[in-house]
């Protein structure tokens, strides 16, 4: 079960579709002096991680004006369950389409070993 208060950490991925666009006007009667988009997850503890995306306008290098966040649409189950460390070490918290996966993976191993 998700909560607010089983979040352990907010994790901002740096992958290609972090970027910083210097904008330097005001929107509305607040100056914006750049725009930081990209991906990140909220972590949870025993929980799959709640995968997101989202958009900050900055008011300089330091301050940030305005933070957006949404649910992603492409988030993976594998993904958002292999964040923490607890439901990595334990199948039983998986989704069911995670653990499909995983078996498909062990049965294809073991007919390559054999």
Same mark, same amino acid.
């Given at each position: #079960?998700?909560?607010?208060? @089983?979040?352990?950490? +907010? ?14 006007? !005001? +929107?509305? =009667?607040?100056?914006? /002096?750049?725009?930081? @988009?990209?991906?990140?997850? +909220? +972590? ?11 958009? $900050?306008?900055?008011?300089?290098? !330091? %301050? ?8 992603? &649409?492409?988030?993976?189950? #594998?993904?958002? $369950?292999? *964040?923490?460390?607890?439901? &990595?070490? =334990? ?8 653990? %499909? ?10 007919? *390559? /070993?054999?």
């Amino acid at each position: #079960m998700r909560d607010a208060s @089983t979040a352990r950490v +907010v994790v901002i991925e740096r992958d290609q579709s972090l970027v910083i666009e210097r904008y330097t006007r !005001k +929107v509305g =009667n607040q100056f914006v /002096s750049s725009i930081l @988009t990209g991906n990140g997850a +909220v +972590v949870f503890a025993n929980a799959p991680s709640a995968e997101l995306a989202f958009i $900050c306008l900055l008011a300089d290098d !330091k %301050r940030a004006g305005v933070l957006r966040m949404a649910a992603a &649409r492409d988030a993976s189950a #594998m993904a958002q $369950c292999m *964040r923490d460390d607890t439901t &990595r070490a =334990n199948p039983a918290l998986l989704p069911a389409d995670a653990d %499909r996966s995983r078996a498909r993976r062990t049965s294809r191993r073991r007919t *390559r /070993s054999a």
